[in-house]
């Protein structure tokens, strides 16, 4: 089974960025290269909620909350996602997941914090 580890989260000031990656481990670690690959966040105390995706053919699509401060990409030669966060607001603060079309399992995320 494919597991994604997210990584670049970190403590920022509002309206600054940050970009999140997600790499793949495991034997069909290629799939990320292909497979619609999604971002979704947990903030505190509350459900996850899914952010942005990625298509096979490279589409994109955005929750409304996030959408033109967000960017989703993939980067096939390092088998890498990205997700690029601009202008943060507090309301961003959560953990950030990574996910292919299997969501039976996650990783462990990684932590945003958006400080006023």
């Known amino acids: 089974q494919v597991q994604f580890v997210e990584s670049g989260g970190g403590l920022v000031q509002s309206g600054g960025s940050l970009r999140l990656s997600c790499a793949a481990s495991g034997s069909a670690g290629s799939a990320i290269t292909y497979c619609t690959m999604d971002w979704y966040r947990r903030p505190p105390g509350k459900q996850r909620e899914w952010v942005a995706g990625i298509n096979r053919v490279n589409y994109t699509s955005y929750a409304d909350s996030v959408k033109g401060r967000f960017t989703i990409s993939r980067d096939n030669a390092r088998k890498l996602v990205y997700l690029e966060l601009n202008s943060l607001k507090p309301e961003d603060t959560a953990v950030y997941y990574c996910?292919?079309?299997?969501?039976?399992?996650w990783g462990q995320g990684t932590q945003v914090t958006v400080f006023a």
């Open positions: 996910n292919g079309p299997d969501t039976r399992s």
